[in-house]
Each structure stands twice: as structure tokens, then as C-alpha cells.
């Protein structure tokens, strides 16, 4: 060791070995400026009390040369062999400093290697290095006194060595009270167990660790959640410890409680509603189905994730659908829409649940970003109203019925009464003629054959009202026999004479055609065709009765050549108590003749037909089965 005044070793790295450096190396010892001198080859150095000033632990000076050795400047000066300089980054106990070095080059002599001398600006009193240090003591206390963060040392063991002011303020240990006792006494039981992970850790390595949140305990017993950052500073001379600085979250974490909880609470709420909540993006993909979709559509909410809005929309209901969406996307944010649709309860299953829709649009809204759609099921709703619907529509047509009923019978009874009394008046007129003395034998036939006519015709009108009473009430059956078609016609013929006095009435009917019908009622219908075949045709024309059998029925026509029926009449003439306008004129009638006639023909299994030409005529057509047929 030549001159060992002025070659210290440094650290134990970096022993340096340097035996013979230039006598003037040992004014750079004093110097303001940090000066260091490398042996860039060897890996080796020296540094000045103010570079060590800099780094006063030897990890930390052996980091510095490694800076400084490595740096541009002295790359630059060793090449060049001519003084250099470069900006660079340093690690200091006061944290990262820039600095300009300036390097230069020292050729080698004969016994000593070529050496490079950095020096940059120290910006420290380096006077002594005890004075440096307990300025920057000071200036850190009354940093730390004035944190609102509790700074606290501990050392390797957990004890407390040092508390900052902030923290006998926030805790309300006063003073030197807690110093001494073990940091771990303050932490809550639970958290104990990471907190001493924590600390190992921490101990493991210098410099901070990641931060933990844990609970502390304050002097009046409470519990505070506290984010805690530990700095291992074992290696830095001036502090030898762990630096822990807690920040309170209390009010932090209460927040995020609250959070937590009020959205814990919406979702319990969305998901327990009745209503299904359904979220679409902006291309009507389905992003969020509440739970409660399962109750209309079968299968697991999830698995409507990423599926078009429309793909269980009934095709009749689409194009609403599409319009709704597609509107209420296009309108401005919130705007909203409604529409009635039905979803297919599973692909194929034709079940279809009617939903009462509402989309708003909440596009713009970051929290959301799509359009909330609430489904309600509306299907029972809907059944429900349904059947009122109908069961008022029945009761509105039954009472419409009812009404109507009521206009006919009164119409019925004008009818009949004015009907009856003008035979009745006849038949009294004639037989008051009849009672004179001396009466001419012709004009007592006469009026002999005026009463028949008459009573006959009110035979045939109380018969009629009597048959369409009993068909009314639903009493009537029929014994259907098997009779000779032309002796029924005849027979017809000859009681009706009286009435079908004024016309010629023609009867072909072959003698083999034998029907199946009900004596009484067969009778009423033939009655009912030939008086209005009379009625309804001037006197003096005539009347045919045609009788055919075709596939296996007896088809009977009356035909006349009177007033004929307007095409818009034929369908009512059957209807009960009808009469044609104008039938007044041609005869007297109560218009329940032929309704009685047609239910009569279709209760012995026939059918009853008009065709007709206003002006010329009638002919209607009696279909009954023949007993040929039957017999077969
Ligand atoms: P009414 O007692 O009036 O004759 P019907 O039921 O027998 O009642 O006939 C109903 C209506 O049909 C008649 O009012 C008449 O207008 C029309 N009608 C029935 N038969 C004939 C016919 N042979 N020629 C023209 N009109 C007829």
C-alpha cells in the first residue's frame, strides 16, 4: 500500500488496489465536487468525501462507480484520449440526481495503469460528512412531521424505533407512548398473519414493496383500514430500518362498501323482478338477460348471450319489432318505445308468450352502452281479457237476439191479428148474405164458396202458426213412412180447392214415386208451396206440380207464372216472419210459411230450393228421399 492516505478502499467490492496514483490524486480528497477515479479495466475505483457523501453505504458507492464507469463520458475520453462529458442518471441517498460529468484521461505511467478521472457537481456540504447528515435528519423530520400520513420506522424485529407526528395525531398514542412496542400489537388479529408475510418480504429486499391494506388499531380501540407501503432502508446508515408509511382508507374503503353493497342490492333487484330486463348493443345482439327470461324463454339466460334480438320474435310481429328498435336506436338518448310482440318459448315449439315490450336507449350511456328492453309476460293478461271479450260478444249477441225476438213478435202479432180479421170479416159478411130471404140459389153458391175459401185460408194460416210455434219451441219429431208421391199431391190439391180455385193446376208426377216422409209435415209443406204458388200469381195462370226421382230422392217442383222473387230476396224468404216487400200487395200471409216449410223438409233429411225470375216466376223444390232407395 504506497500512499494510504489517499487510496481508501471504498467498499468491500471495490478494494481499491490502486498502488501508485498521482500525488495530485490526493488533492481531489477535499474537493466541492464529487471526483471519482476509475480503473476501467481492472473494475476498480476511487471516489472523494464528497462523491461518498453521495452513497454513504458501500452498496450504495459501488453502485455509483458502476454508474459513472459506464457512463458516455468516460467511454468518450478513454477513446478520444482528451476530456469528455455526458449527462447522467445517479443513485443517491437522496433519491435519483442528474448530473454532467467530465471525464478525463490519465495515461498509464511506467508502474501504474492508465486511470480516468470523473468529477460532477456534488450540491451537498461535504465539509464533514456528520454535519451533512444531521442537516438532512432535520430537514426529513420536519418533512415527516407535517404528512398526513402516519410514517413510522421499525426495525428488523417489528419493533417501533420512530414515529412521525402525524401519526400520534391520526392514532392518538401521544407522543414516545408506542415507542419500543411491537408494531404487530396494533394490527388486527385477522390481518396478522399478511402483515408478517408482508414483512418478511419486505425484509428479503431493499427499497419498497408492493402496498397492503390491513386494519390498524387507534387508542380509543377502533379499528381503521390503513394502505401500507413498507421501504426497506436497512442499507441506508441513516435511517437502518424499515420505513412504513400507512395512508388511512377508512372512508375509501366505507366507499367501496357502499358500492359494493347498493350493487349487490340492484342486482338482486334485477334479478328478482318479474320483469326481464334484456341489454342490446348497438347492432340489437343481445349482451344481458336478467334471470327471469327462463320464465319465457326455455333455456338458461346465458345462453341468449350474442343472439340477435329478433330470433324468437313471431314473423307476424317482426317487421313491428324491427321498427321499434331501429327507431328508438336512431332517436336521441333515453327516448324510449313500445311494442307488443311473442316469443317462441323454444325454437320450434309453437308456443308463443305475448310480451309487453319497452326499449329505451341508453347507447350514449358509457355505464351501459345499449338499449335496456323490459319484457313483461302478458300472456295470461291477454288471455284473460280475451275471454271477456268473447264472453261479452255473447252476451251482447244473445241480448241482440233477444231484441230482435221481442220486434218480431210484435210485428208478429200486428201481423196475425190484421191477417185473421180480414177472412173473419169476409166469412161474417157472407154469412149475413146468406141469412136473406129469397136469396138467388147462384149468388148463395157463391157466397157459400167465399167462406170456404176464407175459413180454409184461415185454417192454413193457424196450422202454419201453429207448426212454426211448435218448431219454435223445439217439438216437433217426425215419423218419416214411406208414401205414394202423386196420392200426397192430389190429395194436397183437392183439400186446397177452395184456394186454388182461380188457377189450373197441373199434378205429373209419375204413380212409382214413393218418399219417406212425415205425413203431417210433408202435408204442410205442399200445402204452403201450392197456396203460394196461388197467392203469388194472377188468376187464371197456371200451376204445375212435376214429381223425378234422381239418385235415390223424389225430387218434387211447384212451379208457377206469377210475380217472381228479386234475386236479393231469395235468401230471405226462408228467414222466420219474412215477407218480401210488396207481398202485401199480391196476398194476405204471416211470413212464417215457408221457414216452417223448410225446417220441416230438413228434419225428415231433405232440402227445400227456390229459383225464380221476377215477372215470370217461381219454381220451388222439395228434395226428399225416395223409399225405392231405401228399400234397396
Ligand atoms: P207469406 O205468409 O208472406 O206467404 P211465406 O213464408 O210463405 O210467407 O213466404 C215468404 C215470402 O216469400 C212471401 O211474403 C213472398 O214475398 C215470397 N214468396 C213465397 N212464395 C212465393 C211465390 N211462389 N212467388 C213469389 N213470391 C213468393
Sequence with gaps: MGKPGIVEPVSDVLAWPIEDVPDAVGALEFLPLAAVVLDVHAGSGWANAAARALAPTPEGLTRLLRTVASSAAVADAEAKGAGASAVIRLATHRGVVEREVWAAPMPAGPDRPALVVATFPADLDVRTAGTADEESVGRLEAMLAHTVDIITVLDRDGKIVFSNAAAG???????????????????????????????????????????????????????????????????????????????????????????????????????????????????????????????????????????????????????????????????????????????????GSGRWRWIDATAVNRLADTSVSGIVVTLRDVTEQRAAADELRAAYERERDASERLREL??????????????????????????????????????????????????????????????????????????????????????????????????????????????????????????????????????????????????????????????????????????????????????????VGLNAARRYTELMGGRLTVESMPGSGSVFTVTLPSAVASSR
Design 169 to 347: 395525531a391520526l392514532t392518538g398514542f401521544t407522543g414516545d407512548g408506542v415507542s419500543g412496542q411491537a408494531a404487530f400489537d396494533f394490527i388486527h388479529p385477522d390481518d396478522v398473519e399478511r402483515a408478517a408475510t408482508a414483512f418478511v418480504d419486505a425484509l428479503a429486499q431493499p427499497g419498497p414493496s408492493p402496498s397492503i391494506e390491513l386494519r390498524l388499531r387507534f387508542a380509543d380501540g377502533t379499528w381503521h383500514d390503513v394502505d401500507v407501503v413498507v421501504n426497506n432502508l436497512l442499507d441506508v446508515a441513516t435511517v437502518d430500518g424499515l420505513v412504513v408509511t400507512l395512508h388511512e382508507i377508512t372512508d375509501r374503503k366505507a366507499a367501496e362498501r357502499l358500492v359494493a353493497d347498493n350493487a349487490e342490492k340492484l342486482r338482486s333487484l334485477v334479478e328478482n323482478l318479474t320483469d326481464v330486463i334484456v341489454v342490446l348493443d348497438g347492432e340489437f345482439q343481445v349482451t344481458y338477460a336478467s334471470p327471469a327470461i327462463a320464465k319465457i324463454i326455455d333455456a338458461p339466460p346465458e345462453s341468449n348471450l350474442g343472439r340477435s334480438a329478433f330470433n324468437d320474435v313471431h314473423p307476424e310481429d317482426l317487421p313491428a319489432v324491427i321498427d321499434a328498435l331501429t327507431t328508438v336506436a336512431a332517436a336521441a338518448a333515453g327516448s324510449s318505445v313500445r311494442v307488443d310482440l311473442r316469443l317462441e318459448e323454444s325454437p
Design 406 to 591: 221481442d220486434r218480431l213478435k210484435d210485428a208478429f202479432l200486428a201481423t196475425v191479428s190484421h191477417e185473421l180479421r180480414t177472412p173473419l170479416s169476409v166469412i161474417v159478411g157472407f154469412s149475413d148474405l146468406l141469412e136473406r130471404p129469397n136469396l138467388e140459389p147462384a149468388i148463395a153458391g157463391e157466397a157459400v164458396a167465399r167462406i170456404r175459401a176464407c175459413a180454409a185460408e184461415m185454417r192454413g194460416m193457424v196450422e202454419n202458426l201453429l207448426a212454426f210455434s211448435a218448431l219454435e219451441a223445439g217439438k216437433v219429431t217426425v215419423r218419416p213412412e214411406a208414401m205414394v208421391a202423386v196420392d200426397l199431391i192430389t190429395t194436397a190439391v183437392a183439400r186446397l180447392r177452395p184456394l186454388l180455385a182461380e188457377h189450373d193446376v197441373a199434378v205429373d208426377v209419375p204413380a212409382g214415386l214413393v218418399l219417406v216422409a212425415d205425413p203431417d209435415a210433408v202435408e204442410a209443406v205442399v200445402r204452403n208451396l201450392l197456396t203460394n204458388a196461388a197467392k203469388y200469381s194472377e188468376a187464371g195462370s197456371p200451376i204445375l206440380v212435376r214429381g223425378r226421382e234422381v239418385d235415390a230422392t223424389v225430387v218434387l217442383d211447384f212451379e208457377d207464372h206469377g210475380v217472381g222473387i228479386d234475386a236479393d230476396q231469395l235468401d230471405h224468404i226462408f228467414e222466420r216472419l219474412y215477407r218480401a216487400p210488396g207481398a202485401a200487395f199480391a196476398g194476405r200471409g204471416t211470413g
